[in-house]
């Protein structure tokens, strides 16, 4: 028997079908069908499925006139020969990990119903990293009854779908997912546990082209009375509203942008105080990748503090990634003359000119020698005394514990996120190997380079990752499309006096046994040296017990 039916009803959608399709088929869980069903589509979508039919036997096609996305997930969840099913819209997309993981999580009993964190794009290339005051709800019953905490991307049992009836016709508008999961807790008395990872992306559309927009903001007064209809008990849901909104008059709180904490009772301010305990971080956002997303777990467990993703006017400090490339003037003008701390942060490429930054720095760290000599030459550029050189990122391991952690791969591949459909990592022939995304979370990434004993990777955190954890590794190189060609990597390596680092071009050659065996062998990390850029890295963080008060 199959263990997953991963169904995907298509109406039109010929722009997304592709990437979602693709996404399932780098699924690292291998027994599964993929059940596109077809609501009558009047665009190209069926002849684009049809050639990933001659693709993968995985894949299975049915067609049906248009009778919406209820009926079409029905039908295809009847035919489905799963024993679990994890339903996926075609304009969205699972991680390489999502089927696995969900599969993992449902067998060992933590739940019924498997869901994960996620995130929202626009497109393939443009995902977005939610901010990070979002939060995610835990999905308990009694949270599940005032608001949906899931993604309707979530596993389940397929002989559970049959006892609720399936998919309610009702909600043919929208939130017919909602309506499944309060008949499966409600009525079945099942349990949700939900993944602590991004394994789920889901596409935003203009409100033309989104169902679920339209929902909400056309017919969510009719879903919500078919809803309480059906679960009286949802009317609790009212009266917090109320007493939500009567708090909301009487109590207010809020936090300015310049960080200070105003509340407010009946309108009139009784309170007034500056915080001083929430980091404002620049970091690059604009792809989710590994050592972009490392800042927040850096501050958060060195400082002991919360994290506020902030912008080059208004942030206090930045640190991994080649930040300072965004903070160059191209009129040579300042924005801000309050300092930004600098905390490991380099350039992206070699200077073109004179280089003039929009606000003064405060230099306690930088990632290696290119920067510190390129900064001595800068005005409004203020250097420690006892300046540390090295990339935060070096340490990853003191802020996660992989003592337990046993090796399960010969290799870790780590393409950077401009190669990660690259065919030349076909030349890869090292057997039991393993992909790992730079845009899986944090301590997942950790734990699948701490579990390989050599990582190739043509992602700079990637290499870093591998030699905080002394784990022998060589960069590869795909494509010409990283910024600044050996710029930042000749920066960071300068740090332990490499003026000329090994690379692998697998334009040129494969990546085959014996080369593994040369890079396991040949790999050297000074440990003492390691040791001592991570102690000069800690004693130069701003934030530890007993630095100057430099939050903000």
Same mark, same amino acid.
């Given at each position: ?26 699924? $690292? ?51 489905? &020969? ?55 709800? =835990?999905?308990?019953? @009694? ?17 559970? @779908? ?32 939900? +993944?602590?990872?991004?394994? @789920? ?26 809803? $309480? ?8 849901? &009212? ?47 604009? #792809? ?37 490339? +965004? ?31 929009? %606000? ?13 000599? %390129? ?10 005394? =006892? ?40 030349? +890869? ?34 290499? +870093? ?9 060589? %960069? ?50 000074? #440990? ?6 991570? =102690? ?17």
């Amino acid at each position: 028997m199959t263990k997953i039916s991963v169904i995907i009803p298509c109406y039109n959608q010929e722009k997304y079908i592709a990437e979602c399709l693709d996404s399932v088929l780098a699924q $690292t869980f291998d027994d599964y069908e993929a059940i596109v069903i077809d609501d009558g589509s009047t665009d190209g979508s069926v002849k684009i499925i049809e050639e990933y039919l001659k693709k993968s036997d995985k894949i299975r096609l049915i067609k049906q006139i248009n009778q919406g996305v209820v009926t079409a997930r029905n039908n295809a969840i009847k035919r489905a &020969k799963g024993k679990y099913i994890y339903p996926l819209d075609a304009d969205d997309i699972v991680h390489p990990d999502a089927l696995k993981r969900s599969f993992e999580a449902i067998e060992s009993g933590k739940g019924d119903i498997i869901s994960c964190k996620y995130r929202s794009f626009y497109k393939i290339d443009e995902i977005n990293l939610p901010k990070l005051t979002n939060k995610f709800f =835990t999905p308990s019953k @009694f949270n599940m009854i005032l608001r949906c905490c899931i993604t309707n991307s979530s596993l389940f049992r397929k002989s559970d @779908f049959e006892k609720c009836g399936g998919y309610d016709k009702a909600f043919d508008k929208g939130w017919e997912d909602y309506d499944l999961w309060l008949n499966m807790l409600l009525h079945l008395n099942l349990k949700i546990y939900r +993944i602590d990872d991004f394994l @789920f992306f889901f596409r935003v559309k203009n409100i033309e082209e989104s169902r679920n927009a339209q929902a909400d903001n056309y017919y969510s007064q009719d879903l919500t009375r078919a809803l $309480t209809k059906k679960y009286p008990v949802l009317h609790i849901v &009212k009266i917090i509203n109320f007493l939500c909104r009567a708090y909301r008059f009487i109590f207010q709180k809020k936090i300015t942008r310049s960080n200070k904490l105003i509340i407010k009772i009946c309108k009139i301010p009784v309170f007034n105080k500056n915080l001083n305990n929430s980091i404002r971080l620049l970091f690059y956002t604009g #792809e989710v990748n590994f050592g972009d997303i490392l800042n927040i777990d850096l501050f958060r467990k060195l400082a002991n503090a919360s994290v506020e993703e902030s912008d080059k006017r208004k942030c206090k400090i930045t640190a991994i990634g080649s930040i300072l490339q +965004i903070l160059l003037s191209k009129n040579n003008k300042i924005i801000n003359k309050k300092p930004i701390i600098v905390y490991g942060s380099g350039f992206i490429e070699a200077p073109t000119q004179d280089d003039f930054f929009i %606000r003064p720095l405060d230099v306690r760290a930088v990632r290696g020698y290119l920067t510190l000599d %390129r900064l001595k030459k800068c005005k409004n550029v203020t250097i420690s005394p =006892t300046v540390a050189i090295g990339d935060p990122a070096l340490l990853i391991s003191k802020i996660f514990d992989t003592s337990r952690i046993k090796k399960k791969y010969k290799l870790g591949i780590i393409p950077h996120y401009v190669d990660k459909e690259n065919p030349l990592l076909q030349k +890869i022939k090292v057997k039991n190997s393993i992909l790992i995304d730079v845009s899986s979370g944090t301590s997942d990434f950790v734990q699948k380079v701490a579990e390989c004993e050599v990582i190739i990777s043509s992602a700079m955190h990637g290499l +870093i990752c591998a030699d905080s954890l002394c784990i022998p590794n060589v %960069r590869m190189i795909l494509s010409d499309k990283i910024i600044g060609k050996d710029y930042k990597f000749n920066d960071y390596y300068s740090v332990f006096g490499i003026n000329s680092h090994n690379k692998i071009d697998l334009n040129n050659q494969e990546f085959d046994e014996k080369s593994w065996l040369e890079v396991k062998n040949k790999y050297f990390m000074d #440990e003492k040296k390691l040791s001592q850029i991570q =102690t000069n890295l800690l004693n130069a963080f701003p934030y530890l017990q007993g630095a100057t008060n430099d939050k903000g």
